[in-house]
């Protein structure tokens, strides 16, 4: 049968492989966050899970979409996997770890995903971002609808999948952004503030940030 339009797909909304294997019925926003430099301290291909660091206020504002039963998916790119940097071992204890400090202050990641992709390595892919992979996946194992979603992250290719889905790009820079991103973030129309807790208030229009 073609022209079906029984999942709820029509003009106007995004359409992607995976938008098309969900149903309009049970679809729900999200907040694809970023890890490094976002989440957590960004160490520069990181490999020592015991140096995960939670970046200020980081839980308070997965906790406030806890609360708001938005669901958090982590879209991480792992390119130290490729050069050789760590392992996918490394990042599995890290990633347990993030979950272990989120948890001891009653917040939780729903989800994580990551590209171990380089490339000048590994040659090119599709679930490095910007690039859309990881979120298709996503998508289709949470049944997420990606144009009501909040992508957030400090780098620009964090927040530029918003654009393709028709979701609200919030960019939160950290020590490791550069000038280039902030200006083409505000020229392309995202939004840009100084905190994760700020993003978090910003997307679930919370007066106050969740900072306590």
Avoid: W
């Amino acid at each position: 049968m073609t022209g079906d339009k029984s999942d709820g797909h029509s003009a106007g909304l995004p359409d992607t492989p995976a938008m098309r294997r969900t149903s309009r019925a049970l679809r729900r926003r999200a907040a694809f966050i970023d890890r490094d430099g976002t989440l957590i301290v960004d160490k520069n291909y990181l490999k020592d899970a015991a140096q995960v660091e939670l970046v200020p206020h980081a839980a308070n504002a997965v906790r406030a979409f806890n609360y708001a039963l938005v669901p958090v998916i982590v879209i991480s790119n792992q390119s130290g996997i490729a050069r050789g940097l760590l392992t996918e071992a490394d990042y599995r204890a890290q990633r347990a770890r993030l979950d272990d400090l989120l948890e001891e202050r009653s917040a939780f990641v729903d989800d994580h995903y990551h590209c171990p992709h380089h490339p000048e390595v590994t040659g090119a892919c599709e679930c490095r971002k910007p690039g859309i992979g990881m979120y298709e996946q996503a998508i289709v194992e949470h049944q997420l609808d990606a144009a009501a979603s909040f992508f957030i992250g400090d780098k620009l290719r964090d927040v530029l999948p918003a654009r393709r889905y028709g979701g609200r790009g919030i960019l939160v820079p950290s020590p490791e952004t550069s000038s280039d991103d902030v200006e083409a973030a505000l020229a392309a129309g995202f939004d840009v503030v100084t905190s994760l807790s700020l993003a978090a208030a910003l997307a679930l229009d919370l007066p106050h940030p969740p900072e306590s």
